[in-house]
């Protein structure tokens, strides 16, 4: 009863109504969503797009690019799951249980939307009267406020928009559309080469922007903008150092791996004419702005880096600058461990002897652009020498250490000297690689650390046991099945490792995003996205885990905000860790 029926599925509804309707958008993501196939899912997308007007398809092509705001706005929605459910509940007056019920069996709450809500009279909604709503989203303070304004959108809709508005609310349509289908839609329509789209959706932090200036010709004219974040380059993990020289048989770069929080930092100087959603802060005519690597902006989190920044010598960043690099805790030129920054994270308000207890420093290692040149396709070598140029300089600013070695046989010490310093390990890089954003390929690998960890997201929890008793403190986690399938195994359980006030604040969450309890509660299936690293002792086959693997004693080393779960790690790395 909870699904499509056959008959449902197979006379999906057809377009009525004016180009510009939201129902268009919505019954042409269900079309997208009703075929596997990339090819037929970028010709749908693109015989939709053709049809919108310029102001219209800058909001579709962000739309289906899964975000309501362009990255280079700083407007972020902040609604959670449970905040959608209310305003669900509110509209279709159907008992919580049994969206709750319908949510767990659906998996998705924009389909249980379409599934409890009643078809009322025809579709009125346009693409800007949503923008409009999802902006007034923006300025609501309050979760009942909030709840209100959703709750008059879904009113609006049929059943169908809501259960797209619902997924554009949570930042994901879940069609088998990511961005980069998007931008090759975009490049199609406009006969353009699609690596063209995307350098100028880098350029913009826009993809409805590109989309326009494509459709117009004017690709040419897209200028970098500063503070949007630009998407971070990741590294592969390598078991051997063989494996680095059949990569880099002419030598590599060495630096150590910084154990703290990925963040890209941009810095100008105020313009007079800068637009008001700008991402950043501005102190003493210079703008700051620090964005982590899920692309959110996190500074309001360091002021204590916002000024030695903006305090930069001008000549260093010109007209603009990004820099790529690591956020440590760091006190008297030592880098301390990853758990004393652990306390400044995730807080409200910052006291100043919070900010004196545990001071920060941000190490550079890389750098996108300075002065009006783009730098990314730049090799790594030239990027280097140019961030050794610059004055950065301690206690808050550094840069970390780059080496160029030709023999692998240098490394073990170098691993050691690495920990020693008080990092978790090595990256190597190729040193003619460019700045790739967002791949994950082979021009970086890091070195296998010590200890072996896994990153995991958690499933279920679980009430523990004694003083724990009145939280939700045993984790049950999962890696996903492989980079290319989502699907998560669970392989293992765990309920320490964490302070007692990460278990609060983990079990207030928990509560608040519990697809589905069992036993009064105690045990509760939740919403997939916590992110823990975990150790172990070891990898062992298991006839109980789906995944056919469980570790023995898992312990948790940290909860881990800044990796989204779609980076966790795979059953792949599982597998390996489990050989003898
Ligand atoms: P992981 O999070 O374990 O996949 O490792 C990749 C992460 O290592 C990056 O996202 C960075 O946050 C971090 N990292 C630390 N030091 C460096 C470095 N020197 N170069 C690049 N990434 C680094």
Same mark, same amino acid.
């Given at each position: 009863?909870?699904?499509?029926?056959?008959?449902?599925?197979?006379?999906?509804?057809?377009?009525?109504?004016?180009?510009?309707?939201?129902?268009?958008?919505?019954?042409?993501?269900?079309?997208?969503?009703?075929?596997?196939?990339?090819?037929?899912?970028?010709?749908?997308?693109?015989?939709?797009?053709?049809?919108?007007?310029?102001?219209?398809?800058?909001?579709?092509?962000?739309?289906?690019?899964?975000?309501?705001?362009?990255?280079?706005?700083?407007?972020?929605?902040?609604?959670?799951?449970?905040?959608?459910?209310?305003?669900?509940?509110?509209?279709?007056?159907?008992?919580?249980?049994?969206?709750?019920?319908?949510?767990?069996?659906?998996?998705?709450?924009?389909?249980?939307?379409?599934?409890?809500?009643?078809?009322?009279?025809?579709?009125?909604?346009?693409?800007?009267?949503?923008?409009?709503?999802?902006?007034?989203?923006?300025?609501?303070?309050?979760?009942?406020?909030?709840?209100?304004?959703?709750?008059?959108?879904?009113?609006?809709?049929?059943?169908?928009?809501?259960?797209?508005?619902?997924?554009?609310?949570?930042?994901?349509?879940?069609?088998?559309?990511?961005?980069?289908?998007?931008? @090759?839609?975009?490049?199609?329509?406009?006969?353009?080469?699609?690596?063209?789209?995307?350098?100028?959706? =880098?350029?913009?932090?826009?993809?409805?922007?590109?989309a326009v200036l494509a459709r117009h010709g004017q690709l040419d004219r897209a200028q970098m903008r500063l503070f949007h974040p630009?998407?971070? =380059?990741?590294?592969?993990?390598?078991?051997?150092?063989?494996?680095?020289?059949?990569?880099?048989?002419?030598?590599?770069?060495?630096?150590?791996?910084? @154990?703290?929080?990925?963040?890209?930092?941009?810095?100008?100087?105020?313009?007079?004419?800068?637009?008001?959603?700008?991402?950043?802060?501005?102190?003493?005519?210079?703008?700051?702005?620090?964005?982590?690597?899920?692309?959110?902006?996190?500074?309001?989190?360091?002021?204590?880096?916002?000024?030695?920044?903006?305090?930069?010598?001008?000549?260093?960043?010109?007209?603009? #600058?990004?820099?790529?690099?690591?956020?440590?805790?760091?006190?008297?030129?030592?880098?301390?461990?990853?758990?004393?920054?652990?306390?400044?994270?995730?807080?409200?308000?910052?006291?100043?002897?919070?900010?004196?207890?545990?001071?920060?420093?941000?190490?550079?290692?890389?750098?996108?652009?300075?002065?009006?040149?783009? #730098?990314?396709?730049?090799?790594?070598?030239?990027?280097?020498?140019?961030?050794?140029?610059?004055?950065?300089?301690?206690?808050?600013?550094?840069?970390?250490?780059?080496?160029?070695?030709?023999?692998?046989?240098?490394?073990?010490?170098?691993?050691?000297?690495?920990?020693?310093?008080?990092?978790?390990?090595?990256?190597?890089?190729?040193?003619?690689?460019?700045?790739?954003?967002?791949?994950?390929?082979?021009?970086?690998?890091?070195?296998?650390?010590?200890?072996?960890?896994?990153?995991?997201?958690?499933?279920?929890?679980?009430?523990?046991?004694?003083?724990?008793?009145?939280?939700?403190? @045993?984790?049950?986690?999962?890696?996903?099945?492989?980079?290319?399938?989502?699907?998560?195994?669970?392989?293992?359980?765990?309920?320490?490792?964490?302070? @007692?006030?990460?278990?609060?604040?983990?079990?207030?969450?928990?509560?608040?995003?519990?697809?589905?309890?069992?036993?009064?509660?105690?045990?509760?299936?939740?919403?997939?996205?916590?992110?823990?690293?975990?150790?172990?002792?070891?990898?062992?086959?298991?006839?109980?885990?789906?995944?056919?693997?469980?570790?023995?004693?898992?312990?948790?080393?940290?909860?881990?905000?800044?990796?989204?779960?779609?980076?966790?790690?795979?059953?792949?790395?599982?597998?390996?860790?489990?050989?003898p």
């Amino acid at each position: 009863m909870l699904q499509d029926s056959p008959d449902q599925a197979a006379t999906r509804p057809e377009p009525v109504g004016e180009a510009n309707a939201f129902e268009r958008f919505a019954i042409a993501a269900e079309h997208i969503a009703a075929t596997p196939k990339r090819l037929t899912k970028a010709a749908i997308l693109g015989e939709y797009l053709t049809a919108l007007a310029d102001e219209d398809l800058r909001l579709a092509a962000r739309y289906f690019a899964g975000s309501p705001f362009p990255l280079s706005d700083q407007r972020v929605l902040n609604v959670g799951g449970a905040a959608l459910m209310n305003a669900l509940q509110a509209t279709s007056g159907v008992e919580r249980s049994f969206l709750q019920a319908a949510l767990v069996q659906q998996g998705d709450l924009g389909d249980v939307a379409r599934q409890v809500l009643s078809e009322g009279s025809s579709p009125t909604l346009r693409l800007a009267e949503v923008e409009k709503s999802l902006a007034m989203l923006v300025e609501t303070r309050g979760n009942k406020r909030k709840v209100e304004v959703i709750a008059s959108l879904l009113q609006q809709a049929t059943p169908l928009e809501a259960k797209y508005l619902i997924k554009l609310m949570t930042g994901d349509l879940r069609i088998g559309l990511r961005e980069g289908a998007v931008e @090759d839609a975009i490049a199609r329509l406009a006969q353009e080469k699609v690596e063209r789209i995307q350098w100028v959706n =880098m350029l913009t932090g826009d993809i409805g922007e590109a989309a326009v200036l494509a459709r117009h010709g004017q690709l040419d004219r897209a200028q970098m903008r500063l503070f949007h974040p630009i998407k971070f =380059m990741l590294a592969s993990p390598v078991d051997t150092f063989t494996e680095i020289t059949s990569r880099m048989p002419a030598g590599f770069a060495v630096e150590d791996k910084y @154990d703290g929080i990925r963040a890209q930092v941009h810095v100008a100087p105020v313009s007079d004419n800068a637009d008001p959603l700008l991402h950043g802060v501005p102190q003493a005519g210079v703008r700051v702005a620090l964005f982590s690597r899920t692309l959110d902006e996190i500074t309001p989190a360091f002021p204590d880096l916002v000024e030695p920044l903006a305090g930069l010598p001008p000549e260093t960043f010109g007209t603009g #600058l990004i820099l790529d690099g690591e956020i440590v805790p760091y006190r008297d030129g030592q880098i301390l461990p990853f758990q004393a920054l652990q306390k400044r994270l995730g807080r409200k308000t910052l006291p100043e002897d919070l900010l004196r207890e545990v001071p920060v420093a941000f190490v550079a290692y890389d750098i996108l652009y300075r002065d009006g040149q783009v #730098l990314i396709e730049e090799p790594y070598q030239a990027r280097q020498a140019l961030l050794a140029s610059l004055a950065l300089n301690p206690p808050a600013l550094l840069r970390a250490r780059s080496q160029q070695f030709t023999d692998v046989a240098a490394l073990d010490d170098e691993f050691q000297a690495a920990r020693d310093r008080g990092n978790e390990g090595l990256m190597v890089k190729h040193l003619q690689s460019p700045y790739k954003p967002g791949k994950r390929g082979k021009d970086w690998l890091k070195v296998k650390r010590a200890i072996a960890t896994l990153d995991v997201v958690v499933t279920a929890a679980e009430v523990g046991t004694g003083k724990r008793s009145r939280f939700l403190s @045993d984790y049950t986690f999962a890696v996903r099945a492989s980079e290319d399938d989502p699907t998560l195994l669970n392989v293992g359980k765990a309920y320490s490792g964490l302070t @007692d006030a990460e278990v609060t604040e983990l079990s207030n969450w928990f509560k608040a995003h519990t697809i589905e309890e069992f036993a009064h509660g105690r045990v509760r299936t939740v919403e997939p996205k916590v992110v823990l690293e975990v150790t172990f002792d070891r990898v062992q086959a298991s006839k109980r885990h789906k995944g056919g693997y469980a570790l023995r004693f898992p312990r948790i080393l940290r909860i881990r905000d800044d990796k989204p779960p779609e980076d966790i790690d795979t059953l792949e790395t599982v597998r390996k860790l489990a050989e003898p």
